[in-house]
T-cell receptor, first 112, second 117 residues
Framework: GNSVTQMEGPVTLSEEAFLTINCTYT??????LFWYVQYPGEGLQLLLK?????DKGSNKGFEATYRKETTSFHLEKGSVQVSDSAVYFC???????????FGAGTRLFVKA | EADIYQTPRYLVIGTGKKITLECSQT?????MYWYQQDPGMELHLIHY???????EKGDLSSESTVSRIRTEHFPLTLESARPSHTSQYLC????????????????FGPGTRLTVL
């Protein structure tokens, strides 16, 4: 079946450090891939997405590239800020089913 | 800016009470969802709807029920709350593409944190 696996957290970084959160997926067909972010006390919100192979999604300094050959969609940011502290979810959808498949979430702490 | 609302934001109630968690969206989205989020953060789909008068159970078995009488409104009801129902409940909606497949973004409400004593 379809699934999403993302690296376990928590991830703790100092401000201005480089961030990578790994995400790999298993899916039939050609899914769309997403990163959602959940700030404390809030619901999830879309961070970025990519709908086909080799597409790069980007937003707020975050980037992720849809790699079909490695079935990956790793999230990166060159210089994190304290305000980036949140939980990040990798997700896929559009493989013929009705629903979005979410990863387990990775909590990020950024220290000043 | 997504326009999806949940009330109440926080609810503490005693065992055996009937409760309804409200969810409304003003985007005209066909598809709506309820998720239960455990303390480990993982999301579990408990109900979804393709449109008015359409509701289905999700992956995680839940004693709750839902209704979809109006496009914008998707309330979740627990007839008799128990401590095991203590959790964060997130409502979401999406525009909905053709058929059952969906590649579009989900918009989430802020959540309701339910505590059953």
């Amino acid at each position: 079946g379809n699934s999403v696996t993302q690296m376990e957290g928590p991830v703790t970084l100092s401000e201005e450090a480089f961030l990578t959160i790994n995400c790999t997926y298993t899916a039939t067909g050609y899914p769309s891939l997403f990163w959602y972010v959940q700030y404390p006390g809030e619901g999830l919100q879309l961070l970025l997405k990519a709908t086909k192979a080799d597409d790069k999604g980007s937003n707020k300094g975050f980037e992720a590239t849809y790699r079909k050959e490695t079935t990956s969609f790793h999230l990166e940011k060159g210089s994190v800020q304290v305000s980036d502290s949140a939980v990040y979810f990798c997700a896929l959808s559009g493989t013929g089913g009705f629903k979005t498949i979410f990863g387990a979430g990775t909590r990020l702490f950024v220290k000043a | 800016e997504a326009d999806i609302y949940q009330t109440p934001r926080y609810l503490v109630i005693g065992t055996g009470k009937k409760i309804t968690l409200e969810c409304s969206q003003t985007m005209g989205h066909d598809k709506m969802y309820w998720y239960q989020q455990d303390p480990g953060m993982e999301l579990h789909l408990i109900h979804y709807s393709y449109g008015v008068n359409s509701t289905e159970k999700g992956d995680l078995s839940s004693e709750s029920t839902v209704s979809r009488i109006r496009t914008e409104h998707f309330p979740l009801t627990l007839e008799s709350a128990r401590p095991s129902h203590t959790s964060q409940y997130l409502c979401a909606s999406s525009r909905g593409t053709s058929g059952r497949a969906s590649t579009d973004t989900q918009y989430f409400g802020p959540g309701t944190r339910l505590t059953v004593l």
